[in-house]
């Protein structure tokens, strides 16, 4: 029998011998309980012990709300509600500020540094607003119905301001992962490619339009948003897409699951490119991945 036989053997014996555990009253040395286990019984039971655990900790996970405060794990309903919420905020603080200079402007007439007659050019809470419910006519919503479906695919109706410093555009993340290539407008590498997890949404970096979703033998499943300010975002390589065209999408909503698609892809990553006003731009400077 050959050494390396009987070391195998050897081995197998050693981690299926069985021990013995005794437990012994110490007074009288009587015997209250035994175990009989072996090393591979042993590392059987922990297994088993460890595979539950995760498997309790992924239901628990899955099952409950606690998924909301894990990274990732914000669903649209709360990111809607916290929108509502800063929403909420701003009309209070506007409120406030009226209320301010309605204040003031009654403080300065009983001080009698203002005249009563300059108050209503002076206060905006005396502006009388002309917002009246009038009920639609049949014929006029039909027509607001069809100039609706017509200006669906007008982009003028996004705001524009082309000044983006000062419009405080803030621009989300498309996909939580890690840059391969950069940009490289000399090698005509217009984008960012984002390696990232297998069926990791991909979502919309600015609030905007579908205006384009098809399958390119080069670039795969392609969806491209218009922005407003003039900005153009295009997502390549996608597995599958998840909005249509002419689609209206917010901030850090899910558009498309990454993917592999297309001749020119090397592995499940995202292709991302930043156009503003026809003209190429490097994602990096706009965005911190």
Do not use: C
């Not at 402007?105 to 203002?114: E, L, R």
């Not at 300059?118 to 639609?136: E, H, K, W």
């Not at 597995?239 to 689609?247: N, P, R, S, V, Y």
Request: glycine content about 6%; aromatic content about 10%; hydrophobic content about 40%.
């Amino acid at each position: 029998m050959s050494k390396k036989v009987r070391k195998k053997k050897s081995f197998w014996k050693r981690v299926r011998f069985n021990y013995k555990l005794l437990f012994l009253n110490e007074s009288t040395l009587e015997e209250v309980w035994s175990v009989r286990i072996s090393q591979l019984s042993g590392f059987i039971v922990l297994l088993f012990f460890a595979v539950t655990l995760i498997t309790l900790t992924a239901l628990i996970i899955i099952l409950t709300p606690i998924r909301n405060y894990l990274p990732g794990y914000l669903d649209m309903e709360v990111r809607n509600e916290i929108v509502r919420n800063a929403m909420r905020a701003d009309s209070l603080e506007a409120v406030l500020q009226m209320h301010s200079v309605y204040l003031k402007n009654v403080s300065d007439i009983m001080t009698g540094n203002i005249q009563i007659d300059s108050v209503r050019s002076g206060d905006s809470t005396a502006f009388i607003s002309a917002n009246y419910d009038i009920m639609r006519s049949d014929r006029e919503a039909d027509f607001v119905n069809m100039y609706e479906e017509e200006e669906k695919y007008n982009l003028t109706n996004l705001p524009s301001n082309d000044d983006v410093l000062a419009d405080g555009v803030f621009f989300y993340k498309p996909v939580n992962g890690v840059i391969s290539s950069h940009y490289d407008g000399e090698r005509q590498h217009f984008g960012v490619d984002l390696v990232a997890a297998p069926k990791e949404n991909v979502m919309a970096t600015l609030d905007g339009i579908v205006v384009y979703t098809g399958f390119d033998p080069e670039f795969g499943n392609v969806i491209a948003l218009q922005h407003r300010n003039g900005f153009l975002s295009i997502y390549k390589h996608n597995e599958a897409l998840l909005k249509a065209t002419g689609d209206r999408v917010i901030a850090g909503e899910a558009i498309a699951i990454i993917g592999n698609t297309g001749e020119l892809s090397t592995g499940p990553h995202l292709h991302f490119e930043l156009w503003h006003h026809g003209e190429t731009i490097n994602p990096e400077e706009y965005i911190a991945f």
